[in-house]
């Protein structure tokens, strides 16, 4: 069974930066396609960040140029840089594979609360 373990989160000012980092076991972690997701209260989770297997990435529009997703294949860790942080970006990040079905996904790990407030 995968299990992920997100952590980095906590409080930062706007214009801040945080980096996130996510364990992955129970799995080939080199083989797939990790990404970054975001829950907003009320709201449907979201990826923001996403890196296939051979280190090509992708981002969502609003956090291109600001969030930088890397993966070390040692570590089976996946990581996601956060510079330029503003109010908008507050939720809970969570990380898991990316572009897969709902039946595809891991079961999703307890995910890192980032708060961008002043």
């Known amino acids: 069974q995968v299990r992920l373990v997100e952590s980095g989160g906590g409080l930062v000012q706007p214009g801040g930066s945080l980096r996130l980092s996510c364990a992955v076991s129970g799995s080939i972690f080199s083989n797939y396609a990790m990404g970054w997701y975001r829950q907003l209260p009320g709201k449907q989770r979201e990826l923001v960040a996403g890196?296939?297997?051979?280190?090509?990435?992708h981002y969502l529009g609003s956090v291109k140029g600001r969030f930088t997703i890397s993966r070390d294949n040692a570590k089976n860790t996946v990581y996601l840089q956060m510079n330029s942080l503003k109010p908008e970006d507050t939720a809970v990040y969570y990380c898991?594979?990316?572009?897969?079905?709902?039946?595809?996904?891991?079961?999703w790990g307890q995910g890192t609360q980032v708060t961008v407030s002043s």
């Open positions: 898991n594979r990316a572009w897969a079905t709902q039946m595809d996904l891991w079961t």
């Open positions: 890196i296939t297997n051979g280190g090509i990435t």
